[in-house]
């Protein structure tokens, strides 16, 4: 079994849609917990960042972890084409390596 | 744009060489983090400095090897190259390298061995 399982994709949405991205993981001892979102040939860029488990929103964009499920989402709410992208989660426990998941493709169709 | 620089931006290269890949990290931030990007094993991550010293390793092969500089650059040195070895390389950086730091990527090297 792999530390962080996401599912693959491709998930293809219409515009205004709301999208929920989803990762689970097997190390309880993570804290900390990202979404990254990754153009074609382009560096990943931090989306969201969440300490703990909780809820938090940035615009269209809510981050929640469910530390006791070992469950992490991402939802987007109003998805634009714009948003199409690969989506990687990734995890970490204070000392020890960054663990990214597989990465979820989303396209939002016009 | 980031903030952080990586050259070059392509290399391609033969079986049994050495290459090496270079970051610049934004001004101001003192961790750098490597990571390789591949279709089938997904962003792994190879090794992060902080200041000069080498704080994490992760996933780094023994023909791998990376460094940080007194000006904060850091390069991944890749030798005895393999097919399985192209990929994207990643480099990020953040400010002091604590976990709850925001890392900044930058653009990649994709490296081709043929």
């Known amino acids: 079994q792999k530390e962080v399982e996401q599912d693959p994709g491709p998930l293809s949405v219409p515009e205004g849609a709301i999208v929920s991205l989803n990762c689970t993981y097997s190390n309880s001892a993570f804290q900390y917990f990202m979404w990254y979102r990754q153009y074609s040939r382009k560096g990943p860029e931090l989306l969201m960042y969440?300490?703990?488990?909780g809820n938090k929103e940035d615009g269209r964009f809510t981050a929640q972890v469910d530390k006791s499920s070992k469950y992490i989402s991402l939802f987007i709410r109003d998805s634009q084409p714009s948003d199409s992208a690969t989506y990687l989660c990734a995890m970490r426990n204070y000392g020890q390596n960054f663990v990214f998941g597989p990465g979820t493709r989303l396209s939002v169709l016009p | 744009d980031s903030g952080v620089t990586q050259t070059p931006k392509h290399l391609i290269t033969a079986t049994g060489q050495r290459v090496t890949l270079r970051c610049s990290p934004r001004?101001?931030?003192?961790?750098v983090y490597w990571y390789q990007q591949s279709l089938d094993q997904g962003l792994q991550f190879l090794i992060q400095y902080y200041n000069g010293e080498e704080r994490a390793k992760g996933n780094i092969l023994e023909r791998f090897s990376a460094q940080q500089f007194p000006d904060l650059h850091s390069e991944l040195n890749l030798s005895s190259l393999e097919l399985g070895d192209s990929a994207l390389y990643f480099c990020?950086?953040?400010?002091?390298?604590?976990?709850?730091?925001?890392?900044?990527f930058g653009p990649g090297t994709r490296l081709t061995v043929l």
């Open positions: 001004s101001g931030d003192l961790s």
């Open positions: 990020a950086s953040s400010v002091e390298g604590l976990a709850e730091d925001t890392q900044y």
């Open positions: 969440t300490y703990s488990s």
